[in-house]
Nanobody, 111 residues
Framework: VQWVESGGGSVQPGGSLRLSCEAT????????MGWDRQVPGKQREFVAKITRGGSTNYADSVTTRFTITRDNARNTVFLEMNNLEPEDAAVYYC??????WGKGIVVNVSS
């Protein structure tokens, strides 16, 4: 599986960003797709997950601000992030079934 990753960048607190990851290559469909994030020097942490049927789970810290969606036909997962806080700054990793991982998208949040 290879990933085409996009989005990310630098925003001020309160701003919004949209991340996307498209899976390419030879594979069957994925049950779950999701996002984790990692701050340098800290453990990677779960952010959000979406099943093939559209059921979602979120970390408590993002549940009211982030929205995960997916396009099954395009094997793509999205993460809409609103009202970003400095604590959201991290490298965001998309994944499929927590087996196939993207290389990471950098998100900076600072004034």
């Amino acid at each position: 599986v290879q990933w085409v990753e996009s989005g990310g960048g630098s925003v001020q607190p309160g701003g919004s960003l949209r991340l996307s990851c498209e899976a390419t290559g030879s594979f069957f469909s994925f049950d779950d797709m999701g996002w984790d994030r990692q701050v340098p020097g800290k453990q990677r942490e779960f952010v959000a997950k979406i099943t093939r049927g559209g059921s979602t789970n979120y970390a408590d810290s993002v549940t009211t601000r982030f929205t995960i969606t997916r396009d099954n036909a395009r094997n793509t997962v999205f993460l809409e992030m609103n009202n970003l806080e400095p604590e959201d700054a991290a490298v965001y990793y998309c994944n499929a079934d927590r087996i196939h991982w993207g290389k990471g998208i950098v998100v900076n949040v600072s004034s």
